[in-house]
């Protein structure tokens, strides 16, 4: 009986498992670039808020207060001495400031 090119159902059962298998093993590296990606971005959306603090109170002449609220689950600056906010926000569930 002569042989057709191409692959046998069993070869391609074999290759699709070795290929999950590699796919397994690499997940768990992946939620650590994800986490470190989280946290840079987190980063930077912090440091943009207090350049945006800082450009208001140079803006209008007032000072402006950082505070890092409920138990660091969050931020919020506001005008020292009109309580105006001027930026709030709160920390995706698994982030806290300590």
Do not use: C
């Not at 140079?58 to 138990?71: H, K, Q, S």
Request: aromatic share 10%; net charge positive.
């Amino acid at each position: 009986m002569a042989r057709n090119d191409g692959f046998t159902l069993l070869e391609m059962l074999i290759v699709f498992s070795v290929v999950l298998v590699l796919a397994a093993l690499a997940v768990p590296a992946l939620g650590g670039a994800v986490r470190h990606q989280e946290e840079m971005y987190m980063l930077a959306v912090l440091r943009a808020d207090l350049y945006g603090a800082q450009q208001h109170a140079i803006a209008r002449r007032v000072n402006v207060a950082v505070f890092f609220t409920d138990g660091g689950a969050g931020y919020k600056a506001i005008e020292a001495a009109s309580g105006q906010q001027v930026v709030a926000r709160s920390l995706p569930s698994p982030w806290r400031f300590r």
